[in-house]
């Protein structure tokens, strides 16, 4: 890696994503379905992840992206569901119940991604608080480690990333009504 290079922080990329995607939601709100793939934002959690592995802090820093990333996602579901433990546990088991059946291939990261949910969500409904908890990361990096292949540690960092960043941007995005300048002033302040 070049020494001009600046390496991205987790925290900067984890609200990069959720924003990209929260965004385009709210932009295609009024049109049919799904806004179309943001190809701009899986390269830019692509060169995120690149950048990390030729530091060699691919793991390390994936994982805080992941945490982070994790953590936001739980907090929109928590306050969108009033604060209710049980909702946000039913919602997630729902919610595994879906992608488990929707991820067929052979290294599907569904199942890691919604174990990762759990633990923040129980660590998140006893003490509402953003990442950094050593305990949570400890709890999520065996699962998530767990998940990287010798080898293919980009590819399987990014699909742990990449639904948790469209589910919380998709959060972010469908809550009440959000607009592009409430989205961005919402990232733009957990970014500091």
């Given at each position: 890696m070049p020494e001009t290079a600046i390496r991205p922080e987790p925290r900067g990329t984890a609200f990069s994503l959720i924003r990209a995607t929260a965004l385009d939601l709210a932009a295609h709100r009024d049109g049919e379905g799904q806004p179309p793939a943001n190809w701009e934002m899986y390269d830019s959690l692509t060169a995120a992840l690149k950048c990390w592995?030729?530091?060699?802090?691919?793991?390390?820093?994936?994982?805080?992206?992941?945490?982070?990333?994790?953590?936001?996602l739980i907090?929109?579901?928590?306050?969108?569901?009033?604060?209710?433990?049980?909702?946000l546990e039913a919602w997630l088991r729902d919610h595994g119940d879906q992608v488990s059946q929707a991820q067929q291939h052979a290294h599907p990261a569904g199942p890691t991604t919604v174990e990762i949910m759990s633990v923040v969500a129980e660590d998140f409904a006893a003490r509402p608080a953003g990442p950094g908890s050593q305990t949570r990361l400890l709890?999520?990096?065996?699962?998530?480690?767990?998940?990287?292949?010798?080898?293919?540690?980009?590819?399987?960092?990014?699909?742990?990333?990449?639904?948790?960043?469209?589910?919380a941007g998709q959060q972010l995005g469908g809550a009440d009504g959000p607009r592009r300048r409430?989205?961005?002033?919402?990232?733009?302040?957990?970014?500091?």
């Open positions: 592995h030729a530091a060699d802090c691919l793991r390390e820093d994936s994982l805080l992206l992941t945490e982070w990333l994790a953590c936001e907090a929109y579901l928590y306050q969108q569901l009033g604060q209710d433990r049980d909702r709890r999520i990096a065996a699962p998530y480690l767990l998940y990287l292949r010798e080898g293919q540690e980009v590819e399987d960092a990014r699909e742990v990333a990449l639904p948790l960043a469209l589910w409430r989205i961005k002033s919402c990232t733009d302040t957990r970014t500091r």
